[in-house]
T-cell receptor
């Protein structure tokens, strides 16, 4: 039973355009969400996060939107760059000292020059 | 080296052999984690540790053993490797604070079980 779902396995966009990566979750106890980026042969690196008390968090070209009622979040990358080509994982957790992350399957983003 | 390191980076072994994957972090983070990444499954938690001598099972613990005698080290042992344990293994650590849940990942170990 997958609690964090990234239903699209891949996305291809043109350089300079917007990339929108989607993520859905089912566990109502999740209240903290993160996006990780992973290049081949490297470990995942933290990209951006959002708490459930917010509906938007922005960091440079990256913005994460959270719709709690729909249990849906999305990562927007504007403008997309070839260096953004990577696998993006959505992750969720509840808050608490022993909270753990639950990851989605990941989506492979390809940005075409 | 500062940060979180894993060794070896690549390992080939045979079915039935014991294999230990090492993880070392220099931040003195209380929490450490082991994940495996497989196509179609994303990252799945194997075991985690809240502090030295405190460990607990994650989503897929069967066939694995962990220990944490020192805060900075968190080795993962496959007692009798099986082909289904062929995967990429990531170690991670995080600060103690409960409401700040960012985990920092190592570079991974690619394990092949023949």
């Amino acid at each position: 039973d997958q609690q964090v779902k990234q239903n699209s396995p891949s996305l291809s966009v043109q350089e300079g355009r917007i990339s929108i990566l989607n993520c859905d979750y089912t566990n109502s106890m999740f209240d903290y969400f993160l996006w990780y980026k992973k290049y081949p042969a490297e470990g995942p690196t933290f990209l951006i996060s959002i708490s459930s008390i917010k509906d938007k968090n922005e960091d440079g070209r990256f913005t994460v939107f959270l719709n709690k009622s729909a249990k849906h979040l999305s990562l927007h990358i504007v403008p997309s760059q070839p260096g953004d080509s990577a696998v993006y994982f959505c992750a969720a957790s509840d808050t608490g000292a022993n909270s753990k992350l639950t990851f989605g399957k990941g989506i492979t983003l390809s940005v075409r020059p | 080296d500062a940060g979180i390191t894993q060794s070896p980076r690549y390992k080939i072994t045979e079915t039935g052999r014991q294999v230990t994957l090492m993880c070392h972090q220099t931040w003195s983070h209380s929490y450490m984690f082991w994940y495996r990444q497989d196509l179609g499954h994303g990252l799945r938690l194997i075991y985690y540790s809240a502090a030295a001598d405190i460990t607990d099972k994650g989503e897929v613990p069967d066939g694995y053993v962990v220990s944490r005698s020192k805060t900075e080290n968190f080795p993962l042992t496959l007692e009798s490797a099986t082909r289904s344990q062929t995967s990429v293994y990531f170690c991670a650590s995080k600060l103690t604070k409960g409401d700040y849940n960012e985990q920092f990942f190592g570079p991974g170990t690619r394990l092949t079980v023949l």
